[in-house]
């Protein structure tokens, strides 16, 4: 999506350069993060709904249930999510060679000045017709159909 939308951009990350895989030597630091989430928080939950299952209490053919499940957990997961996100988002990233930006992910996202950055370096001007059409994919139609009652 995010070379879609920059297609038409003139920058060094225009198009096909605005999005990359990398290998992960590039990514430990989140790799490693990801790894501890999951052994010290979803493994549970993962083994509790695998238990569920297996017993014959939980059935994901049965809307119902799946509606259940939702109601009862959404919050529970939105909120370790969120605690998730909050851990990440206020640690500080150290400088190294690999590193362009040093400091802690919030900040260097909403005050970019602070770390020398420029808010208005990195905008760049999307199309309408491209952000209707990417809208449109996500939704499918459902905000065309709102707007037509």
Known sequence: MQCYLRANQQDEFSGSKAHQYLSS????RIECYWSSLRKLRSSWWIDFFADLLQSGIL???NDIHKEAL???FADVFQTDLDKAKQHWNSH????????TV???PDILYFLPEQSGGDRQDCLAQVPLCKLE?????ILGGSREEETDE
């Open 133 to 137: 059409e990417v809208e449109q994919q």
């Open 102 to 104: 040093p400091g802690v």
């Open 25 to 28: 030597p590039r990514n430990q």
């Open 92 to 99: 500080r990233i150290r400088k190294s060679h690999e590193t």
């Open 70 to 72: 939702w109601f009862c």
């Open 59 to 61: 059935d994901m053919t």
